[in-house]
C-alpha cells in the first residue's frame, strides 16, 4: 500500500495561513480538495493532535501526514475486540485493551480501534476518524471517549483544547519515587529518531502531574493526572526524571531485574511486555446536558496480576 508519510515545520513564511491553504502550498501536487479531505479524516495532525482546515498555523508547528493514498478507511469496518463502558446518542466509551493501535497509520493499516468502531456503528465513518477525539499508545490500556455526531466532536475537541477534559492514569514506575510532583518539561520530536519523543527545549508545552499511591522495594504505584496531551507525554516524563514506567523498552531500555528481588517475582517481571500504564478514569462535561460526567475502567488483568506480585513479594 503506498502512502504519504511527511513532516513539515512550518516557518515564517507559512505562519498564519489556514492549514490547508499552508500544505496546498507545501505540496502543490495535491489538489486544496484533497488535502481538506485528508485533514477531515485525521489523516493530518498539528503538535500531534487533531486539526481542522480552517485553522491557522504559526512558525515552528509541527504537521504530520500519515496518509493511505488508495483506499478509504470509512470503506473497511472490521471485527476488533474491545469493550464498550457506556454509549449514548452522542458518545460511546470504550475500554481499550492492550495490543490496539487506535487509529490506522504506515504499518497498521487496518485491525485498529477505528476500524472496530466502524463495525459496531457504520455512521461513525462520517466523522474524522470515526468520532476519536484523543488516543492512547498501542500498549497502553484503560478509557477513551468517542464522539458518535459532529456536535459531540466539535464539543470534545474544544474542551481537550481548553485542557478540561480530565485524564487519570494509573502506572508502575521502576525505581522508590520519593514524592509526587508536577514534571513541566517541553516534548518534541527526537531529533534522531522519529517514532520517539524527547523532552526538549524546541518542543511543545507539556505538563504532567503524579502523587505516590504505594512504594515497594524497587518499584512504585504512581496516579497521574495529564494537563497536557502531548505523544507519550507520560512514558516520556517519568523516563525524564529517571523513572521510566516498568515494562517500557522504548524510553526504559531493555527489562532490568533488580538485584535481591524475590524469586518469585522475577517471571512477573521478566513476562510484562509493555508498558505498565493504565488510563483509569476520565471525566468531562456530557456535551449535550453539559453535566459532569465521569468514567473508569478496571486494571486489566496482566496489569492486575503484576500488582499483586509486587504487593505479596516487593
Known amino acids: 500500500m503506498k502512502l504519504i508519510q511527511q513532516s513539515f515545520q512550518i516557518g515564517k513564511q507559512q505562519a498564519g ?11 502543490p ?7 481538506q479531505s485528508w485533514i477531515q479524516q485525521g489523516f493530518v495532525s498539528v503538535n500531534d493532535e487533531l486539526c481542522k482546515s480552517r485553522q491557522k498555523v504559526v512558525d515552528g508547528d509541527l504537521v504530520d501526514l500519515d496518509v493511505p493514498e488508495q483506499i478509504r478507511i470509512s470503506d473497511r469496518p472490521q471485527a476488533v475486540d474491545f469493550e464498550i463502558l457506556y454509549q449514548d ?12 493501535v487506535v487509529h490506522p497509520a504506515a504499518g497498521h493499516l487496518d485491525g485498529t480501534l477505528v476500524n472496530g468502531l466502524l463495525a459496531h456503528e457504520s455512521r461513525l465513518g462520517q466523522l474524522p476518524r470515526a468520532g476519536i477525539v484523543h488516543r492512547l499508545d498501542k500498549d497502553t490500556t484503560g478509557v477513551m471517549v ?14 481537550l483544547q481548553q485542557r478540561l477534559i480530565k485524564r487519570e492514569y494509573v502506572a508502575i514506575a521502576q525505581g522508590v519515587v520519593t514524592a509526587g510532583r508536577s514534571i513541566d518539561a517541553s516534548i518534541g520530536r527526537h531529533p534522531q529518531n522519529r517514532k520517539k519523543m524527547s523532552v526538549q527545549a524546541g518542543g511543545k508545552p507539556a ?16 496516579k497521574i493526572q495529564l494537563e497536557t496531551g502531548r505523544t507519550h507525554q507520560i512514558r516520556v516524563h517519568m523516563a525524564y526524571i529517571n523513572y521510566p514506567l516498568l515494562g517500557d523498552r522504548v524510553y526504559g531500555g531493555r527489562q532490568r531485574i533488580p538485584a535481591g528481588i524475590h524469586e518469585a517475582l522475577r517471571p512477573v517481571i521478566r513476562d510484562f511486555s509493555r508498558q505498565a500504564l493504565h488510563a483509569e478514569r476520565l471525566s468531562f462535561e456530557h456535551p449535550r446536558s453539559h453535566e459532569p460526567v465521569s468514567f473508569e ?15 505479596q513479594y516487593d
Open 17 to 27: 495561513n489556514r492549514l490547508d491553504n499552508a500544505l496546498h502550498r507545501l505540496l
Open 29 to 35: 501536487e495535491y489538489s486544496r480538495a484533497r488535502i
Open 89 to 100: 446518542e452522542d458518545i460511546i466509551v470504550v475500554n481499550k485493551p492492550a495490543n490496539l
Open 146 to 159: 468517542v464522539a458518535r455526531n459532529l456536535t459531540a466532536h466539535s464539543w470534545l475537541i474544544e474542551q
Open 207 to 222: 505538563i504532567t502531574h503524579f502523587q505516590v499511591a504505594r512504594k515497594f522495594n524497587h518499584y512504585s504505584l504512581i
Open 297 to 311: 475502567a478496571p486494571l486489566p488483568g496482566d496489569f492486575e496480576n503484576l500488582l499483586e506480585s509486587l504487593i
